[in-house]
């Protein structure tokens, strides 16, 4: 394998961690949400564990992004939909950083307010990863 095979299958796994923690913490609120109140708070504080995953996946993305960019950084001012692809990246990143901001307060109280707020930014990162997704095919097929 080369080096960019490599970096092509950490990107994928990458992918399938970071984008798998979007889906899950949907179907996970989706059971939380026929919980009481109490108890589905509870479950999503301790179902937020799976946000690690997240976090490790937009890791690998990075780490094998930077290792395969290499080739494209001559053009890279002509290609309007991979410049687009790279900030939409970075605002995931910054929308992660503050669902995961939010779960840890929902872990010291006010539970519900943040746990609503989570699952609105929750909803964004999946719509910010889906269209980094169909980006990177529309500029990569």
Do not use: C, W
Not at 12 to 23: N, P, S
Not at 126 to 135: K, R
């Amino acid at each position: 394998m080369t080096v960019r095979e490599i970096a092509l299958v950490v990107h994928f796994i990458g992918l399938a961690m970071g984008l798998g923690t979007a889906f899950g913490f949907m179907f996970l609120g989706v059971a939380a949400s026929r919980m009481d109140k109490e108890a589905g708070g509870q479950f999503m504080l301790k179902a937020s564990i799976i946000g690690k995953m997240g976090h490790i996946g937009l890791l690998l993305l990075l780490l094998s992004g930077l290792a395969m960019i290499h080739p494209f950084l001559a053009s890279l001012t002509s290609m309007p939909l991979f410049i687009t692809k790279l900030v939409l990246f970075v605002v995931l990143g910054g929308t992660v950083g503050v669902a995961t901001s939010f779960l840890k307060k929902a872990a010291k109280g006010n539970t519900a307010e943040y746990l609503k707020k989570t699952a609105v930014v929750g909803k964004i990162n999946l719509l910010l990863s889906i269209t980094i997704v169909v980006l990177a095919v529309l500029v990569f097929h």
